[in-house]
């Protein structure tokens, strides 16, 4: 307990560092420069340390020839050197007190090479002699808001309730960029590279007794220890939702994850089985992993799995209730009351008031019919959710859809899942994930994602009693 309180106290100071070396940053625009402009545009509040032997200044700052001699050391070294040249400088931050390196470089276990796999293996043994923490080979490093930390340029300034863990620094920054257009915003996100020191495994339990953390997701290709692995992800998963997107479960998939990051994929049989044995929740594809984080971060924890559909377009309604059976939800049964209330509002022909509630192409046209609607659904106790198809034809009329739904959302405390029609306003969905409501291309996708939670909240309801009895090892 004493070492990983220490490990998770090291990391602490990863995370909130005050000061930074970037060492092999170029003086020109190269790949290695972006990690200095990252930390630049962020507003990174500490002291930044260009290194490099053939420069004085670089974009105004102080530059220093090598780690030896840097003024302090430093919390946090991010090196940028050719893989060949990695040891030397590692072995030269060990020896000036720097307490962690994000070591961008690759060439290491992940070429499948002897030569790669000893240097590795070199790396990590100076961890561990050393005490020196090391967040890589063949990484990204850190994202964290909070701490004005980044490894890329133009990532979002605000932080959120996401952490991450990711095998993939492409997709990190990939997510990062998207965020803003989700209305996702992190906690921090590490991308580990090839885990020669610090692993999934650590990051997970530090994630889980993160407080700034509410919600975990990992980009997996393959874990070091698969024992301890399982046992921080119970840890997580008692605490907090953890998606998991594994990758490297099909032969072509485990091909590319070995030559990524030297990750050994297993099999999707075993990871099903760690997901009901911890309480994760697993997702196949970018897609699907971006619409689980939107509906595990604006969704409360849904209290049933009874759906009301509510739709302009009778097609996408009947594909709706079927994605609904698929995904081991029901349609709401209305009550006498609510059919009322809608039929005061829904035109008479060409619509139907049953669930789903299919109000025509009119709708489009008078906003009123859409909220009504919306708001008689919402109030009907037995609707647990209300999923909404549809939209205006002018940007006035969307606008007072979006605001209204929104209001709607807020007043009745019931979750709202707003729904595009294919082919028109792009930007619909933007006042929503602005508000915290989440915005779906399909209806399918959208019930799928709020099975995940309903499912999510169900287990951890049911769990309760259980992990009150055999309280997580803290």
């Known amino acids: 307990m004493a070492q990983k309180n220490k490990t998770l106290e090291q990391m602490d100071s990863l995370f909130h560092p005050k000061s930074v070396a970037v060492v ?53 070294a991010i090196l940028l050197v050719p893989h060949h040249k990695s040891l030397p400088v590692l072995k030269e931050c060990a020896q000036r007190g720097i307490r962690g390196v994000v070591l961008f470089t690759a060439g290491f276990g ?12 070199q790396l990590a043994a100076l961890a561990r002699e050393s005490g020196m923490r090391i967040i890589g080979p063949n990484c990204m490093g850190i ?31 990939i997510l990062g960029r998207l965020a803003h257009k989700k209305g996702l915003r992190f906690s921090k996100v590490v991308s580990i590279g090839n885990q020669c020191d610090l692993t999934a495994s650590d990051f997970m339990e530090y994630l889980a007794l993160d407080p700034d953390t509410r919600l975990i997701t990992a980009y997996v290709e393959g874990v070091r220890d698969g024992r301890r692995f399982l046992e921080t992800l119970r840890l997580a998963c008692r605490r907090k939702p953890v998606l998991l997107w594994k990758v490297g479960l099909t032969p072509e998939g485990a091909r590319a994850a070995m030559s990524h990051t030297g990750s050994l994929g297993g099999s999707g049989e075993i ?11 697993l997702v196949e594809g970018f897609e699907a992993w971006v619409d689980a984080l939107m509906s595990f971060a604006f969704l409360d924890r849904p209290t049933g799995a009874g759906v009301a559909i509510l739709s302009g377009p009778g097609g996408l309604a009947v ?3 079927e994605a609904c059976g698929k995904e081991g939800l029901k349609l709401a049964g209305l009550s006498e009351a609510t059919r009322k209330k809608l039929s005061q509002v829904v035109p008479p022909t060409g619509t139907s008031l049953m669930n789903p ?4 192409l009119t709708a489009s046209f008078d906003m009123r019919i859409y909220v009504e609607s919306a708001r008689a659904l ?17 940007q006035e009329a969307n606008r007072q859809y979006a605001q209204a ?68 090892q803290d």
């Open 357 to 360: 509630v299919d109000v025509g």
């Open 319 to 321: 594909a709706a209730a």
């Open 405 to 472: 739904m929104i209001q709607l959302r807020t007043e009745t405390g019931k979750p709202f899942l707003m729904v595009n029609i294919p082919g028109f306003d792009p930007e619909m969905g933007k006042p929503f994930l602005e508000a915290g409501v989440p915005f779906f291309e399909t209806a399918e996708r959208a019930l799928k994602s709020y099975g995940l939670v309903w499912k999510d909240s169900l287990l951890r309801r049911v769990n309760q009693s259980n992990w009150a009895s055999c309280p997580a």
């Open 271 to 281: 990871w099903k089985a760690v997901a009901a044995q911890t309480g994760a929740t």
């Open 378 to 394: 919402a109030l009907d106790p037995g609707v647990d959710v209300v999923l909404v198809i549809g939209m205006g034809f002018s």
């Open 143 to 173: 994202y964290a808001p909070g701490s004005g930390l980044s490894f890329f340029p133009e990532l979002p300034k605000e932080a959120g309730p996401i952490g991450m863990i990711s095998q993939s620094g492409s997709l990190g920054n």
């Open 110 to 121: 992940e070429t499948g090479t002897q030569h790669g796999k000893v240097l590795e293996s």
């Open 24 to 76: 092999g940053v170029p003086r020109g625009m190269k790949m290695g420069k972006l990690f200095l402009m990252a930390l630049r545009d962020q507003g990174f509040p500490g002291t930044i340390y260009p290194v490099n032997p053939e420069a004085q200044e670089i974009d105004g700052l102080r530059a220093y020839p090598s780690v030896s001699a840097l003024p302090e050391p430093v919390d946090l």
